[in-house]
């Protein structure tokens, strides 16, 4: 049922509905932030991310040996 819904949507926003578009923001935005705009940050978690940065891996990766020196597992 949910691939038909999904089809619909993506057939009526590709033909340029914006009915079906309208509907489709709605529903994104009612199922993913339930609360509304207060919903949707939170100072906390804001500060958080302004001072998360990922972790730096300090092993070395060895060196490509296939023959291009560039395959796909390697890069």
């Keep these: 049922m949910h691939e038909d819904l999904i089809r619909w949507h993506i057939t009526r926003v590709a033909q340029g509905d914006e009915l079906a578009q309208d509907r489709l923001a709605t529903g994104v935005s009612r199922e993913c932030w339930p609360a509304g705009l207060a919903d ?36």
């Design 40 to 75: 949707r940050s939170d100072p906390a978690a804001l500060e958080w991310l302004r001072l998360w940065r990922p972790a730096r891996s300090l092993s070395a990766l060895p060196a490509c040996s296939c023959a291009a020196g560039r395959c796909a597992v390697c890069n």
